[in-house]
């Protein structure tokens, strides 16, 4: 008996949030569901530490919260502009963040993946690990009518295959479906986890119970290149990460290691990671190329979700969250298909683009398209100029030093008028601060 | 043929951490994997039977999320997975370990057929004892060859089997009957990689749950914390040492920091250095 | 989740557990020593453990005995005698043809009957592949409490005794008790005790005991014994300078430079676990809680995070220096002596002075 020579009803590839969406949403309505997870289990290849936004899994798991492995809540919310020696800062906290449903939790994305992907084996999935899916396999008119692995045996079939393999995107590659990820739409984040007391993360960031806080920084952290640093608060650890454009990390000197050890010793972070044990670096790549660089999202029997399809909103930092929407809109477009008999043609899947338009994945993305080069192509100003200027003025406001009030704000805007070379820079700055809200 | 492999799943050591102040351990998202030198039994059981025909089955006794290193074991090629899980359990020591699992055994050799082989690793890397082999072996009075590095040959229609095991100073050869219990030694072998079919299988396969009475443990005071006669008192971290290593500073060159390191060496162990010339002395 | 906030095993439900000993294990008493002989050596361990021995015994006001088997009588009487010489006031002699070679079944068998007739309190062996074959074949039958690898034993206020062993792979150190059943067993590795001092002329009395083994009722048989090639042999745990490598170096020609510095100093050359999994070193020659402990007088670490697994395995030699490209490497934090360099290009250059300076000494003298 071959077991193989059974067609399932969708093939996923990954076990990430989109992809245990996918498996999961099918699954339950009864679909055959084969997913396969090259790691050891699913999360075990994801980089740890991350915000969980609770609606896009509410609209999957509505009650996750009952066992999901969560961190803490989020309730205050830290933005800095950072130069070498200093940070500006806007903080909000707020306790309606306590809510009974709180809006947004850390969580670590190994044990979280762990969980979803025992919900997807739940609902009948079943899921193969340590098994690398190679390449597509098609039929005589090029429609994908299965799977090939790095196992031994045939191949494996099925009526569609959804690809939720992340943001590198290989196997779509191999198999000729999409391009090579372009290195100026991705960016590599490093991140590293610092184990602390729950005592001690409580008392640094003011928080108590499961309260969390967060920390979103740029500015000359970044050493000029286009990204962000950031910082959260775990139950019992600290996820702390910076990450730039790929190209940009090519034309400089720095490497991500350098950049994130720099990051830590600033002075404003140092003191919240003092004592702390380090475990587990690890990069992992961000798509951050927004609407424009989304590939073809679907074809003869493929469709493509989460990272894979560039579905990351950089602005917000926001990622698992419309990795999970366009998984569950996948699997619907799926089973509506399945439920009506009708075949995985690129023109019945075209489905899937036209409901992802009613979601606020499509129209977030398609809101700040403009931003990725915005950023980019102002990065001196953004991650350098920007920021010092801001910091500069602080200091000689905040600075007693018997120099008058009125002498201080013509310094400050002497300041900024001498360095400014583009008049748009308080445009830009608008623009910036309004994308980050 | 009939081969039984006992694993267990223990926590990645590589990966504990303690915490400072409680001094406790800090399990969060601390992985588990399959004992590494139940593994390299393992395979030695599928090769076994990959040559003379048969079935492998695996036994694991832990909690009920162990199901996940016996699932793993099928994707290998083990043909049966049977768990061994009740709260009775939780504190074993190895003496209790194995009273539980000879009696999870028998059962096996009744349902399935007497095991010639039961394999076990050399050790846990949790617990670390070497003990559980040992005493499973005394329990169902199977013949103990440990530390075995290869089999040599098995005559399983006659009832022998040639090894060869690591004893002190040297390897033996030993010759004994079967049925035996082997733990085996972290041999050369390489894991297979189970097939697409296998690890369908597995992902389908439900494993064999047993609980304490299912396997015919009437006396509970066997098990457990109360059927160990170890008892665990104190749990403490090692005193770290106060003073770190002085690190020796030297001028940019290498040879310059060689000579200042020797330097430093000599003047913290003048005995090594005087063992060293008296060394060289006597070499030339 | 709740169930895995739970602390480590600290100070469990039975850490009250009073000593009840049942009335039949109190007349156990003595402490014993199973001494390994193999080829008619004595395994050092044996005096180690007797070294110990001879404090727990003397705290508890006992004797100490040691058990020596084997087939050949004058190598049992020369190891009697060193016995004695180690601390023992009593020596078990067991001689039979069938204890021509050590096998599990007839050790145990000995042994077993040697507690059941003479009731010990305490039972050590050491913690090699012979005495943790036979210790946890010993305990079973006799259903009483083993502990292995132990670090550290001590008689506590009670009279019981506390064995201390690492758990978690190294990270926590735990003490264990054995309350209510004899005698309470624990196994040692080779050197993690000192050598005692060896006091010659030191006497006490020989137990002969006729063990009753027949060679024919014994299934398991010894076919050939090959003993390791001694040039290749190595002896990690008893040497005095060890120089070892780790994944740092970079590749196996690399560590070339691990065995040349080793062959100047006259020393074993070890490593970390990754290079036996590499293939660049065979697993004897690993070091830390699951290849070797080494007790030199100097150990030289290049390379080598020093992760807690190493750690464990080095921590008893008197004098670390660690070479290490990244100042915060763990290794740091016990080794004595360290250098920030590149050990690649650093292990030459040391080779090359300790040679210079080993032979101008040489000319001086
Ligand atoms: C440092 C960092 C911080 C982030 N922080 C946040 C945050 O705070 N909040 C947020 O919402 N988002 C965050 N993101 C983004 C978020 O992690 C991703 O958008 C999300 O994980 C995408 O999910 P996915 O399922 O598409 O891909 P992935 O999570 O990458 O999952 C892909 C899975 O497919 C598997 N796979 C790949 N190829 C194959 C193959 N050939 N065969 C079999 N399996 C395969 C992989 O092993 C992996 O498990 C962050 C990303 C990074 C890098
Ligand atoms: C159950 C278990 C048991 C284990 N048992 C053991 C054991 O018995 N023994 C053991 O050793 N390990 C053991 N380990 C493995 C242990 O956890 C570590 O993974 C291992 O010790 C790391 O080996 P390493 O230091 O050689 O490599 P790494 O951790 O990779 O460290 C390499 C070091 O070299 C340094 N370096 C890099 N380049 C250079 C250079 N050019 N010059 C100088 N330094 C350089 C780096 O800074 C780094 O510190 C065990 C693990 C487990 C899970
Ligand atoms: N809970 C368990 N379930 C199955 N096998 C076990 C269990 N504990 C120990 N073993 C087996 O016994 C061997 C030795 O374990 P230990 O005595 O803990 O070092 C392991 O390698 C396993 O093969």
New binding site residues.
């Given amino acids: 008996m071959a077991m193989t020579e059974e067609k399932f009803d969708a093939i996923v ?9 996918a498996a999961y949403v099918m699954a339950k309505e009864g679909l055959n569901v084969l997913q ?4 050891e289990y ?6 740890q ?5 609770s609606d896009a899994l509410e609209q999957i798991i509505p009650d996750f919260r009952e066992d999901a492995p969560l961190e803490r809540h989020v309730t205050e919310q830290r933005m800095w502009m950072m130069d070498d020696k200093s940070h500006t800062g806007m903080h909000y906290r707020s306790d309606d963040f306590n809510e009974e449903k709180p809006n947004r939790y ?1 969580i670590l ?1 190994a044990q979280f ?1 762990k969980w979803f992907n025992a919900k997807v084996r739940e609902a009948g999935a079943l899921v193969l690990y340590e ?4 390449e597509l396999v098609k039929d005589l008119k090029g429609q994908v009518v299965g799977v090939r ?1 790095d196992r031994s045996g045939s191949p494996i079939m099925a009526n569609v295959v959804i690809l ?5 995107g ?2 779509g590659q191999r198999s000729g479906l999409r391009d090579e990820v372009a290195p100026d739409t991705v ?1 590599l ?3 590293e986890m610092h184990f602390l007391p729950r005592e001690t993360i409580e008392a640094r960031f003011n928080l108590s119970g499961n309260e969390g806080a967060v920390i979103e920084a740029m500015g000359t952290i970044t050493k000029g290149m286009t990204g962000t640093g ?1 910082l ?1 608060t775990n139950e019992e650890s600290i ?1 702390v ?1 910076i ?1 730039c454009i790929v190209s940009d990390f090519a034309d400089s000197e720095v490497t991500p290691y350098a950049l994130l050890e720099a990051f830590k010793s600033h002075p404003s972070i140092k003191p919240l990671l003092a004592d702390s044990e380090c475990k587990e670096y ?1 990069a ?4 951050e190329g927004g609407y424009k660089a989304i590939p073809q999202l679907y074809g003869n029997g493929w469709i493509v ?5 560039q ?2 909103n950089a602005v917000h ?8 929407t ?2 569950r809109v996948a699997a619907e477009t799926v089973i509506a298909l399945t439920r009506k008999r009708e075949e995985m043609s690129a023109a019945n899947l075209a489905d899937y683009a036209r409901r992802l338009e009613q979601t606020f994945v499509m129209k977030d993305l398609k809101k700040y398209k403009g931003i990725p080069a915005l950023l980019h192509g102002n990065k001196r100003n953004f991650f350098g100029t920007y920021p010092q200027l801001v910091s500069q003025a602080m200091q000689t406001w905040f600075r007693v030093d018997g120099v008058d009030k009125k002498s201080k704000e013509k310094a400050i805007f002497r300041n900024f008028r001498e360095t400014r070379t583009i008049f748009g820079m308080l445009g830009d700055a608008f623009k910036l601060v309004r994308a980050w809200r | 043929m009939h081969i039984v492999v006992c694993i267990k799943q223990v926590p990645d050591s590589a990966q504990i951490r303690v915490h400072p102040v409680t001094n406790t351990i800090m399990r969060q998202g601390v992985p588990t994997i399959i004992n590494p030198y139940d593994l390299f039994a393992l395979e030695e059981a599928l090769r076994l039977r990959d040559t003379f025909g048969g079935v492998v089955t695996v036994l694991t006794m832990g909690p009920p999320t162990a199901a996940e290193s016996l699932r793993k074991a099928l994707t290998f090629g083990a043909d049966r997975g049977v768990l061994l899980t009740d709260r009775y359990f939780a504190g074993s020591d190895t003496l209790a370990t194995s009273f539980a699992l000879s009696m999870a055994l028998k059962k096996v050799a009744a349902e399935f057929g007497q095991p010639e082989i039961v394999f076990t690793g050399k050790q846990t890397i949790d617990g670390d004892t070497a003990q559980v082999g040992p005493g499973i072996a005394k329990r169902l009075n199977y013949n103990q060859l440990t530390y075995v590095s290869k089999i040599v040959d098995a005559d399983f229609a006659g009832g022998v089997i040639r090894v060869e095991r690591r004893a002190e100073g040297g390897t033996q050869v030993l010759q004994s009957r079967l049925p035996v219990l082997i733990t085996m030694l972290e041999a050369t072998n390489e894991m297979r990689r189970g097939s697409v079919e296998n690890a369908l299988i597995a992902a389908r396969a439900q494993a064999i749950t047993w609980n304490a009475a299912d396997v015919g443990i009437e006396d509970l005071t066997k098990c457990g914390l109360r059927g160990s006669p170890t008892i665990v008192k104190k749990v403490f971290a090692p005193t770290a040492r106060t003073e770190k290593a002085v690190l020796v500073e030297a001028d940019g060159s290498t040879d310059g920091m060689a000579d200042a390191l020797i330097d430093a060496i000599f003047e913290r162990a003048p005995a090594v250095e005087e063992d060293l010339f008296e060394q060289a002395a006597r070499q030339y | 989740m709740a169930e895995e906030k739970k602390p480590a095993p600290a100070a469990g439900g039975r850490a009250n557990t009073k000593k009840e000993l049942p009335e039949h294990f109190k007349a156990y008493k003595h402490v014993w020593v199973a001494v390994e002989i193999e080829h008619g050596q004595v395994h050092t361990v044996s005096y180690e453990l007797l070294g110990e021995g001879r404090k727990l015994a003397d705290k508890r006001g006992v004797e100490l005995a040691a058990v020596v088997m084997g087939n050949d009588r004058a190598s049992l009487e020369e190891a009697a005698v060193a016995c004695f010489e180690y601390g023992a006031d009593c020596v078990y002699l067991v001689c039979d043809p069938a204890l021509a070679h050590y096998r599990n079944e007839t050790a145990t068998k000995v042994l077993t009957d040697l507690v059941n007739t003479y009731q010990p309190e305490i039972l050590l062996l050491g913690a090699t592949n012979l005495g943790r074959d036979l210790a946890g074949s010993v305990a079973t039958t006799l259903l009483t409490g083993l502990t292995a690898d132990c670090t550290e034993l001590e008689i506590d206020d009670e009279g019981s005794l506390a064995a201390t062993r690492p758990t978690f792979g190294g990270s926590l150190l735990c003490t264990i008790f054995t309350l209510n059943f004899r005698p309470q067993m624990a196994t040692v590795r080779p050197r993690v005790l000192a050598m005692p001092e060896r006091v010659p002329g030191r006497t006490g009395r020989i137990v002969e005991f006729d063990p009753k083994l027949v060679e024919d009722d014994v299934v398991t048989k010894v076919l050939d014994f090959i003993a390791d090639r001694d040039s290749d042999k190595a002896n990690l745990p008893y040497a005095d300078v060890v120089v070892a490598g780790g994944l740092g170096l970079g590749s196996v020609e690399n560590f070339q430079l691990v065995k040349e510095l080793a062959e100047v100093l006259g020393a074993e050359y070890g490593g970390s676990r990754p290079l036996v999994q590499k293939g660049w070193i065979t697993s004897d020659r690993q070091i830390g809680q699951t290849g070797k402990t080494i007790r030199p007088k100097l150990y030289i670490a290049a390379g080598i995070s020093g992760a807690i697994q190493h750690r464990v395995g080095v921590e008893g030699a008197d004098l670390i220096v660690a070479i290490n490209t990244d100042p915060n490497a763990p290794i740091f934090e016990f080794a004595h002596l360290g250098i920030v360099a590149d050990a690649v290009t650093l292990l030459p250059a040391l080779t090359e002075a300790f040679a210079k300076r080993l032979r101008i000494n040489r000319l001086a003298s």
Wanted: hydrophobic fraction near 40%; charge should be neutral; proline fraction near 3%.
């Fill in positions: 590839v990954g076990a990430g949030p989109s992809g245990n969406a396969i997870e090259r790691g699913s999360g075990s290849k994801n980089v530490g991350a915000i969980l936004y850390t994305r993946d098994t690398t899916v190679t692995t939720a393999e992340g943001v590198n290989l196997v960016a984040a490093v991140k950031f959260y996820s990460g990450g690890a992992h790549l961000i798509p979700v989460g990272d894979a399809g579905f990351v930092r926001e990622g698992s969250n419309l990795a999970m366009t998984g």
